[in-house]
């Protein structure tokens, strides 16, 4: 397995605080970024029957193993356990003791924020970023991204993707769904899934939703939550601060891995995606998902949104940091268009204060400035996330 990027980030938390919490999807990497950046230290897994029995039976008994501190995975599923925790941190006052990992963000963050608040750092960890990716192999194709999708197992045991996601939904997503709520129609939750991959990259009109599923909305509001809270997809919500004409205020829904989406999409190579009727909105996917894995792995939670007033005039993606607006346009289109640059225009002509001059990231090979905006490849920088926000 390749070194991840959040390494660095995760070995500097252990060296200010008494635990790292690394949360994300199940399959992103988690165990094996823990257990290969801590090698000496003990691993017990949560997840398994006899190691949880053991610990919530006698927790005291149980951490006497780890005295030193120890790797603890899922430990969502044993919160009472972080109680226990925080005493021997509180005693020994030391950093990097324990290092914990979780795919269950409300459980944890609740948990988290009861007994180890101010003792613990967060970090979370997504599937494979684009440069992560070119460990692998140089030159990956969009589209090929797009169906084959990002988790580490793919690409380091080299699985069928299709497979992989049958069993990743049937394993993880669905079995996730049912500790959090007590699901009684799984076929229609499997048939909201298609319907949210097949609005991905769309603002979210919830009672669309809700007619086409045959449940309420609020059904559909705490399936979305569930599905956020498991690390399944993401929500970019609309920019409007300070704007005075009225904007689109729902969110957009994205797939923390567009494999997953494309999927349930029934994409099952290279072809079919670039000529599904939803590619722009999975490209789109595709590269906002990079964009949040390069401010996670520094240890950022990227501030995100897309623009879109009642005129229909859109910006795909602006990022706020470090005081800087940074306007982005995404089109999967391999020939660049003047038309792209209308959005980043209307949204400089707002008024706002330290707006740049933004991007336009495309599909295409050449790279070069139009109007002081910069146009370029995602796949063919070394590292978005800095090439974005660097000054």
């Not at 690394?22 to 094996?32: E, H, I, Y």
């Not at 780890?66 to 109680?83: I, N, T, Y």
């Not at 690390?231 to 919500?237: A, G």
């Not at 800087?324 to 008024?351: C, D, H, M, Y």
Request: hydrophobic letters at 40%.
């Amino acid at each position: 397995m390749i070194e991840r990027e959040i390494s660095r980030e995760l070995i500097q938390c252990c060296a200010e605080y008494p635990v790292v919490t690394v949360l994300g999807p199940r399959q992103s990497g988690k165990t094996t970024l823990v257990q290969m950046t801590f090698p000496d230290k003990p691993y017990f897994s949560l997840e398994d029957p006899d190691i949880r029995m053991a610990a919530d039976a006698d927790p005291r008994g149980f951490l006497d193993q780890a005295k030193e501190g120890a790797v603890l995975d899922e430990v969502q599923r044993l919160p009472v356990l972080l109680s226990y925790i925080q005493g021997m941190v509180d005693r020994k006052k030391r950093p990097g003791m324990f290092v914990l990992t979780g795919s269950h963000q409300p459980r944890l963050h609740e948990a988290i924020a009861q007994s180890l608040a101010g003792r613990s750092a967060m970090l979370t960890l997504w599937p494979f970023s684009f440069s992560e990716l070119k460990q692998y192999k140089q030159g990956w194709k969009a589209f090929e991204l797009i169906h084959r999708g990002c988790f580490p197992r793919l690409h380091e045991e080299g699985l069928e993707s299709s497979r992989f996601y049958n069993s990743y939904l049937q394993t993880y997503v669905e079995r996730d769904v049912r500790a959090l709520i007590n699901l009684r129609d799984l076929g229609r939750f499997q048939v909201f899934l298609r319907l949210l991959a097949g609005r991905v990259g769309q603002v979210v009109n919830l009672t669309s939703l809700s007619n086409d599923v045959g449940v309420s909305v609020t059904t559909i509001k705490n399936w979305l939550s569930v599905l956020e809270a498991s690390y399944v997809i993401f929500q970019l919500p609309p920019f409007y601060q300070n704007i005075r004409k009225r904007v689109i205020k729902s969110p957009k829904i994205y797939f923390t891995d567009v494999g997953l989406a494309a999927f349930l999409l029934g994409i099952h190579n290279e072809d079919q995606a670039s000529r599904d009727p939803l590619r722009g909105n999975l490209y789109e996917n595709l590269v906002i998902a990079d964009v949040m894995k390069g401010g996670f792995n520094r240890g950022i939670r990227p501030e995100a949104y897309f623009y879109r007033d009642s005129h229909g005039n859109e910006v795909d993606l602006v990022i706020k940091e470090r005081g800087n607006l940074i306007p982005v346009e995404i089109k999967s289109a391999s020939t660049f268009s003047e038309n792209f640059l209308k959005g980043l225009e209307r949204f400089r002509e707002l008024g706002l204060d330290r707006v740049c001059s933004g991007f336009v990231l495309y599909n295409g090979e050449q790279e070069f400035r139009v109007h002081n905006v910069r146009i370029l490849n995602p796949l063919h920088v070394e590292d978005l996330w800095e090439t974005l926000v660097s000054p």
